[in-house]
C-alpha cells in the first residue's frame, strides 16, 4: 500500500540525510569546543532552563523542590544527574 | 483448505469493503486512532533526535567546569583557585571562563554572554547569535545598546551575525572581548565566573574531580559526560509533560479498546451468522476480523508515523512550538537532523497495532464459534 | 443418500426451558428425489433440515451422508463437506445488506480459495440463469422480494452442490412467486440436483414436484407418511 511505500521513503530519507547532518554536527561540536560552551540553547526563558547543565541546586527550587514549576519549559526537562550530588560533594 | 492465499485475499477484500461500507463511523475512528499515533510519535521522533543531536553537538564540550559555590548558590570563583588545582597531577591546564546573563527588557528576551578565548572581537565589537539578530532586527554594522551593571550604558557596533547553522546552541549568544566584558559585568578584577580545565587522560576525570573537592571544598566540578548526560532527560518519557501526553494517549486507545471490546452490534452479529451459515468456518469468520483490524490500526500506524516524521522533520514541529516557548522570547528553530530509532518504530508498532487488532477479534469470538444453524431460527 | 438413525435434537438441556425440537428421527433421503418435509411450524423441518445439512450436530443419534459417518466430524470437515455438498435457500434468505447481489453470491466461494476472475464469471453466469444479470451490481436493499430470492438461490448453487435444501422458501412470497420458485425447482431438479424442502405451504407439498412426503408434528415422524 502506498502508505507503506510513503513510510519506507521517509527512512530512506532520513539514512540519505546522515552524510550531511554529521558534517554539520561536527561544525557546531568544533565551535561549543571553540567558545567552551556547555548547554544547547534551547529554552532561554530563565538561566536554569537555558543552562541546564550548569544550573546549581537552588535556583530551580526556589520556593521548594516541591512547589510547581514556575517556568513553563522547566516542566519539559529533568534536573541533570549530577545535580544530585550536593555541592559537588561525591559519593 | 485449498488455495489459501487466494482464500486470504477473498478475506481481506470482503473486510476491506465491508469497512468501506460504514465509511462515516470507521473514517471517525481511523482519523482518532492516526491522530494518537502522531502525537505520540512526533513526542518519540522529537525527543529521540534532540538528545541524539545534543549528544553529537556536546563532543567537544569543556571536560572539567570548576564552580564555586557561596551559601548554596553559584558564585564568582577566585582566580586564585585556578593556581591550586593547577598543581593537581593530570590536569594539563586551567583557564578562567566569563559567562553571563543578560536580560533586555525591550525585547524581554534573556541573552548569554561569552567571552570567547580565540578571536574574540575587538574592543567596542560584538557578534550576536542569529536568534538575537531576528529579535531585534539587528545586523552587521549596527549598534545595540545595553545598560551595564552599574546602570552606564554601553554600545557596540556589530561585527559579525553567527551563522543560523549553529543556532542550537548559539541563538542567544554574544560574544564580547573580556575587557568590555568585565567594564559591563561589574566581575570583579581577579575573579571569573568558572574554570575550564583541560586534562591529559580522559579516565582521570572523576578522580581529578575528587581532588578539587577535597582540596578546595566550596567547588563544584562538572565533569563532560555530566555535561552530556544532563541532555539525555529531555523530552524523556519522565518529563511532566511528555508523560501527560503519553497518559492521554493511552487512555484514549483504553476507551477505543473498551469500546470494541464491549461487544458487536447486532447487525455484526447477525452478518457473522449468515457468513457461517454459508459455509465460512470460525476460522474464516477470525481471519476476517483480524484483517479488520490490521486494515484500522496498520494504515493508522503508517499514517500517523509518516505524519509525525514530516511534522517533526519537515516543519521544525511547529505544533509543539508554544509548548517549547515556555515565556521565552527568543528561541531556536527546531531543525532538527532526521534521525529515527528503529527500536522506537517497532515499540509504537508493538503498543498500537497488536493491541488493537487483539480488540477487535476477541469480542468476535463467540459470535464467530455459533452454530450456524441458529442463523436459521 | 442421506441417513439419519435414532436422531433427536434438545436445546437448552437440562434448563426449566428445556425444548426436545427432535425426537428419535429415524430416515432415510433419496439423493434422486425431490424429497418435502411437510408439517406446522414447530414440528422440528428446520431442525432437521439443519442437521442433514451438516449445519448442526444431533444431541443424539446419527447421521450418514452415503457411507461415511459425519455425526462426529470435528467442525472443519463438517464445513468442508457442507460447502460442497450442500446449498442452502433460507427463510429468511439471509442476504447481507450493504453489499451488492453478485458480491452476496460469491461469498460462499470465498473459503475455497478459488481465483477471483472464474468465481466472478461463474456467479453472474448463475444469476443469468435466472434472468438477475442486470441486476447483479445492485444492493441488496434496493431488489424486490421476488429478485432477493432468486439471489438467495443463486448463493445456494455457487459452489456447484448436489443437494439443495430450502427451508419454508415460500413463506414470504405472493402465490405467483411461489410458483415461479417451484418452477426454479423443476428445472434444477432436471439438472440432476437432489432437492429437501420444508414447508406447510400447500403450493409446495401438493405439487407434483414431490417425489416423496415426510410428515412430522412435534418433532416425530407421523406414521405412515406416504411417498408420493
Not at chain 2, 267 to 296: P, Y
Not at chain 2, 324 to 349: D, N
Not at chain 3, 169 to 198: Q, V
Amino acid at each position: 500500500m502506498s502508505l507503506l511505500l510513503l513510510l519506507a521513503g521517509l527512512v530512506a530519507h532520513s539514512f540519505s540525510q546522515r552524510s550531511a547532518s554529521l558534517e554539520t554536527v561536527t561544525r557546531i561540536a568544533g565551535m561549543v569546543g571553540r567558545l567552551q560552551l556547555t548547554d544547547l540553547c534551547l529554552f532561554t526563558e530563565a538561566s536554569y532552563t537555558r543552562h541546564l547543565a550548569m544550573t546549581d541546586l537552588s535556583t530551580p527550587f526556589q520556593d521548594s523542590p516541591f512547589s510547581f514549576e514556575h517556568f513553563p519549559t522547566g516542566a519539559l526537562v529533568a534536573p541533570p544527574p549530577h545535580l544530585g550530588r550536593s555541592n559537588g560533594r561525591l559519593n | 483448505m485449498a488455495g489459501s492465499i487466494e482464500r486470504q485475499r477473498h478475506i481481506l477484500d470482503f473486510t476491506l469493503a465491508a469497512l468501506l461500507r460504514r465509511k462515516a463511523k470507521n473514517g471517525a475512528l481511523l482519523t482518532v486512532y492516526t491522530l494518537i499515533i502522531f502525537i505520540l510519535s512526533s513526542v518519540l521522533f522529537f525527543g529521540h533526535a534532540l538528545r541524539q543531536q545534543a549528544q553529537g553537538m556536546l563532543r567537544e564540550t569543556p571536560e572539567i567546569i570548576v564552580q564555586r559555590t557561596l551559601s548554596g548558590r553559584y558564585h564568582t570563583i577566585p582566580l586564585s583557585y585556578a593556581d591550586a588545582i593547577k598543581e593537581i597531577r593530570g590536569v594539563s591546564s586551567v583557564e578562567p571562563r566569563l559567562w553571563g546573563y543578560h536580560y533586555d527588557g525591550n525585547s524581554m528576551a534573556n541573552y548569554t554572554i561569552v567571552v570567547p578565548v580565540e578571536d574574540a572581537p575587538p574592543e567596542g565589537s560584538i557578534d550576536i547569535g542569529s536568534g538575537i539578530s531576528k529579535v531585534r532586527l539587528a545586523n552587521e554594522r549596527d549598534v545595540m545598546g545595553f545598560n551595564g551593571f552599574d546602570g552606564t550604558p554601553h554600545g557596540f557596533t556589530i561585527r559579525k551575525v553567527i551563522s543560523s547553522e549553529s543556532q542550537l546552541v548559539s541563538a542567544d549568544l554574544i560574544l564580547m572581548s573580556e575587557r568590555d566584558y568585565r567594564a559591563f559585568s561589574g566581575i570583579p578584577a581577579n575573579h571569573a565566573i568558572d574554570l575550564v580545565l583541560k586534562v591529559r587522560n580522559p579516565k582521570e576525570y572523576t578522580t581529578i574531580a575528587e581532588k578539587i573537592t577535597r582540596l578546595l571544598p566550596d567547588t563544584r566540578p562538572i565533569i563532560r559526560n555530566e555535561i552530556q548526560r544532563t541532555y539525555n532527560a529531555v523530552f524523556s518519557w519522565r518529563s511532566g509533560v511528555v508523560l501527560v501526553i503519553f497518559s492521554a494517549a493511552a487512555l484514549a486507545f483504553a476507551i477505543f479498546a473498551w469500546d470494541k471490546a464491549s461487544g458487536l452490534s447486532a447487525e455484526e452479529r447477525r452478518e457473522i451468522g449468515i457468513l457461517k451459515a454459508v459455509g465460512w468456518e470460525t476460522s474464516d469468520v477470525l481471519f476476517m476480523k483480524f484483517w479488520e483490524g490490521v486494515a484500522v490500526s496498520l494504515t493508522a500506524y503508517l499514517a500517523g508515523v509518516s505524519l509525525a516524521y514530516l511534522h517533526v522533520f519537515f516543519t521544525s514541529s511547529c505544533l509543539f512550538t508554544p509548548l517549547l516557548k515556555g515565556w521565552s522570547t527568543l528561541y531556536p528553530e527546531f531543525k532538527l537532523m532526521p534521525s529515527i530509532s528503529f527500536g522506537q518504530l517497532t515499540a509504537t508498532f508493538l503498543l498500537t497495532v497488536v493491541p488493537y487488532v487483539i480488540t477487535t477479534i476477541l469480542p468476535s469470538w463467540r459470535a464467530a464459534t455459533i452454530d450456524p444453524d441458529a442463523v436459521m431460527r | 443418500m442421506i441417513r439419519s438413525r435414532d436422531v433427536s435434537k434438545i436445546f437448552n438441556a437440562g434448563r426449566p426451558n428445556e425444548f426436545r425440537a427432535l425426537d428419535g428421527v429415524s430416515v432415510d433421503i433419496d439423493l434422486k428425489d425431490v424429497t418435502i418435509l411437510k408439517g406446522p411450524s414447530g414440528s422440528g423441518k428446520t431442525t432437521l433440515l439443519g442437521i442433514l445439512g451438516c449445519m448442526a450436530r444431533p444431541t443424539s443419534g446419527r447421521i450418514f451422508l452415503g457411507d461415511t459417518e459425519i455425526t462426529s466430524l470435528p467442525e472443519r470437515f463438517l464445513t468442508g463437506i457442507r460447502l460442497k455438498t450442500f446449498g442452502f435457500i433460507f427463510q429468511q434468505f439471509n442476504l447481507i445488506k450493504g453489499i451488492t447481489a453478485l458480491e452476496n453470491v460469491m461469498i460462499p466461494a470465498f473459503p475455497t480459495g478459488e481465483k477471483h476472475a472464474p468465481l466472478k464469471r461463474r456467479a453472474l453466469e448463475t444469476l443469468d440463469m435466472f434472468n438477475m444479470l442486470h441486476k447483479a451490481e445492485a444492493k441488496i436493499e434496493w431488489l424486490s422480494g421476488g429478485e432477493a430470492q432468486r439471489v438467495a438461490i443463486a448463493r445456494a448453487l455457487i459452489n456447484r452442490p448436489k443437494i439443495i435444501i430450502a427451508d419454508e422458501p415460500t413463506a414470504h412470497l405472493d402465490t405467483r412467486l411461489s410458483h415461479e420458485f417451484m418452477e426454479i425447482m423443476r428445472t434444477l431438479k432436471a439438472e440432476g440436483k437432489a432437492i429437501i424442502l420444508a414447508s406447510h405451504d400447500p403450493i409446495v407439498y401438493d405439487s407434483d414436484l414431490g417425489d416423496r412426503i415426510i410428515e412430522m408434528r412435534d418433532g416425530l415422524l407421523v406414521e405412515g407418511s406416504s411417498t408420493v
